[in-house]
């Protein structure tokens, strides 16, 4: 894929994939309409195999086993691995709120000029 004439190389790499285990998998907005880095893919990830092998339980065995394959719980649990990208973690960066930053993820186009819309870039 051809990058677009308008951008810098510095611009439009961006960094590694994040480590799993901080790379943000969801946002919420709070009470004063802020949205804010939430759950982890770590978290997340863990959260829905937990909640598949609890759905699973309450079904009759022999459904399960006609139904689902064997590895089901590890497939649910594993369902959101692609968030783990630079791709993502910009997706999700650029929608927080202005005010919201972290040690980890920056907001600041000096630091992290590829988080940065063109307009930031001068």
């Given at each position: 894929m051809?990058?677009?004439?308008?951008?810098?190389?510095?611009?439009?790499?961006?960094?590694?994939?994040?480590?799993?285990?901080t790379c943000?998998a969801?946002?919420w907005i709070?009470?004063e309409g802020?949205?804010?880095?939430g759950?982890?893919?770590?978290?997340h990830c863990k959260?829905?195999a937990?909640?598949a092998e609890e759905?699973?339980?309450r079904y009759?065995?022999?459904?399960?086993?006609?139904?689902?394959p064997?590895?089901i719980?590890?497939?649910a649990g594993?369902?959101?691995?692609g968030?783990?990208s630079?791709?993502?973690?910009?997706?999700?960066?650029?929608?927080?709120?202005k005010?919201n930053s972290?040690?980890?993820?920056?907001?600041n186009?000096?630091t992290?000029?590829?988080?940065?819309?063109s307009h930031c870039?001068q």
């Amino acid at each position: 894929m051809r990058r677009p004439k308008n951008q810098s190389d510095t611009a439009a790499t961006p960094p590694p994939a994040p480590p799993y285990t901080t790379c943000p998998a969801k946002t919420w907005i709070n009470s004063e309409g802020c949205t804010l880095a939430g759950r982890t893919v770590y978290e997340h990830c863990k959260i829905v195999a937990k909640v598949a092998e609890e759905l699973l339980r309450r079904y009759p065995l022999q459904i399960v086993k006609k139904l689902f394959p064997e590895d089901i719980i590890a497939i649910a649990g594993v369902h959101d691995v692609g968030k783990i990208s630079p791709t993502f973690l910009r997706k999700i960066l650029t929608n927080l709120h202005k005010n919201n930053s972290s040690p980890l993820y920056p907001r600041n186009c000096r630091t992290a000029p590829w988080l940065c819309s063109s307009h930031c870039r001068q």
